[in-house]
């Protein structure tokens, strides 16, 4: 048994066909259409993502001395975010903007920007 492969065995390729399917007589494969079906945002979605100040989650509103404040409270730190924060806070990002989740989405902007701190509704994050 030899571990060359012959040279009348089909090999599989991409040239010219995305899928990787050489178009041959009684290959029924070839002519069905690739599966484009992709995570999609819903109309409601769209919602979230355009909400108006006064509709943001956790209500975070903008605080007088700068930046931004879970219930726009008053005399709060400014929070700084560190390089764990800001990858923590990236992630919770992505992950409640793909599950249109906008609690978690508001949730890491503030602990991607002001740390977990800010997250926690103890300092201002210096962000919007």
């Not at 390729?13 to 009684?26: D, K, R």
């Not at 999609?40 to 979605?45: F, K, L, R």
């Not at 943001?56 to 929070?79: H, I, M, W």
Request: aromatic share 6%; glycine share 10%.
């Amino acid at each position: 048994m030899s571990n060359f492969q012959n040279t009348s065995d089909t090999v599989p390729s991409n040239y010219g066909n995305e899928l990787g399917i050489q178009e041959m007589p009684g290959n029924d494969y070839a002519q069905q259409q690739p599966n484009t079906s992709h995570h999609t945002q819903d109309s409601d979605s769209d919602s979230f993502a355009n909400a108006s100040e006064s509709e943001r989650p956790l209500n975070v509103q903008p605080a007088r001395e700068g930046g931004v404040a879970v219930d726009g409270r008053e005399s709060l730190p400014k929070g700084k975010a560190g390089f764990v924060d800001k990858v923590i806070g990236k992630t919770e990002k992505a992950y409640g903007k793909y599950f249109n989740i906008p609690e978690r989405h508001e949730k890491g902007e503030l602990r991607e920007s002001g740390g977990r701190t800010a997250e926690q509704g103890e300092a201002r994050a210096p962000h919007d």
